[in-house]
């Protein structure tokens, strides 16, 4: 677990024989706004949003339910996600939401009215592996990614999602190692409410590089997604 004094990021990982792997990542707080990319996968996630209990002192007295709306952000026009469209969901529970996603995609929940809720996004690898995400509870104008291959063979990837109702410019920079040589960039354009990804053949130069991302005109949530070991790594999220 990590986080700042006084708050805690809990997460588990576990690998089983025969069935691959399975990552789950908790939210570090409840929120009103949760931002959630994931790659083309299997095409099949499931969104898992709980509505905490209120705590006494904490907010307004007894638990409250929450209004919640998704819209499934893609290369493509807005889309309702998992149903979920002014959405009464009760207090003090939970439930999960089938999306269908066709490449780079992202889930943006929003809740309207009532308690703010943690969720995720839960993915299905192409493979026996499957995989979630807390997302981001707010866009940022600057993002470092850190790298996410292990090894070779290797499809690398970036996803760029702009929430926003501005055209994002977006300038992603690797950030070499010691001893390599000056920094490759490459820039791309973010229509607003939309997900594009960073163009393969620049990520295949740039091999297992952090990457800095940079956006100008709105602010962004960036992501890395990538497969890598083929048959004995792991599959795409």
Do not use: C
């Not at 994931?38 to 002192?57: E, H, M, Q």
């Not at 807005?78 to 939970?94: I, R, V």
């Not at 292990?150 to 501005?166: C, D, F, H, I, K």
């Amino acid at each position: 677990g990590a986080g700042q004094p006084g708050r805690r990021l809990r997460s588990s990982l576990v690998v089983s024989e025969g069935r691959g792997i399975a990552s789950v990542l908790a939210s570090e707080m409840p929120a009103d706004r949760h931002l959630l990319p994931t790659s083309k996968a299997a095409g099949r996630s499931a969104l898992a949003v709980a509505v905490p209990t209120v705590a006494p002192g904490g907010g307004p007295e007894g638990p409250l339910g929450s209004v919640l709306t998704a819209t499934l952000r893609s290369e493509g026009p807005p889309q309702p996600a998992g149903g979920l469209s002014e959405f009464a969901q009760d207090p003090e529970s939970a439930a999960a939401f089938g999306v269908t996603t066709t490449g780079p995609s992202a889930v943006d929940l929003t809740v309207s009215e009532g308690s703010p809720v943690v969720a995720a996004l839960r993915t299905a690898g192409v493979g026996n592996d499957g995989a979630a995400t807390a997302g981001a509870r707010a866009a940022s104008e600057e993002w470092v990614v850190l790298p996410t291959i292990a090894g070779e063979p290797a499809r690398p990837g970036l996803l760029v999602l702009n929430p926003g109702r501005s055209e994002a410019t977006v300038v992603v920079t690797a950030i070499p190692s010691g001893g390599q040589s000056a920094a490759a960039t490459t820039t791309i354009t973010v229509p607003p409410g939309s997900v594009a990804g960073v163009p393969r053949e620049f990520l295949d130069g740039v091999g297992d590089a952090s990457l800095r991302v940079v956006s100008v005109g709105s602010p962004v949530v960036a992501v890395g997604a990538s497969t890598s070991l083929g048959n004995d790594g792991l599959s795409v999220y």
